[in-house]
């Protein structure tokens, strides 16, 4: 198995939690909570506990394992306990798309700081590269403008709109479909 990456930016510490963060993660989204919820879906009652995050984190390892997400998240170097966003690639697939899907979060008080696009920048660099996938997947909703300049910032390409796409704090919303192609995709099949 591939030791799990830990990404050290200019700022940012960006890598899989432990079950030493448990108590990070579960402040982070405490804090967070409000400011979250317009764009997430309905969280399982036993998400804001430490049972809940011990066992996604032992999860988190074995998806990674097994080359189905890289479940990230974002401290900044000058408290590099404290969680203050999450990168998700998620559904990763290999054979006939090699691609996965992009979600993230950031702390309500850390937005506007560039920390998302530097946090995301080695993360795409290691999918590309290291595991050779050919294509991320990334969606918004359309009034999300920060999203929007995120995604825009680092290469991804508007593809679509989706009516009702995902199932958002309770409600099905609509989506821009975008994502960033790696022009560099080596193929393995000899």
Known sequence: ??????????????RLLSQQDVSSVLEYYKENRA??????PVRPRNFYMKDFWAQQIEKSLIEFGYDRSLRLFIFNQEEPKKVIGTANFTQMVQGVSYSCSLGYS?????QGNGYMSEALQPGIQYLFEGLNLHRINA??????????SVLKKLGFVI????????????????HILTSLVNSDWKSDIR
């Open 1 to 14: 198995m591939l030791e799990p990456p830990v990404f050290v930016t200019s700022r940012l510490i960006v």
């Open 35 to 40: 400011f979250l919820e317009p764009f997430e």
């Open 106 to 110: 950031l702390a309500k008080k850390a």
């Open 139 to 148: 969606n918004y909703m359309p009034h999300n403008r920060r999203s929007a």
């Open 159 to 174: 593809e679509g709109y989706a009516r009702d796409y995902l199932l958002i704090n309770g409600k099905w919303e609509d």
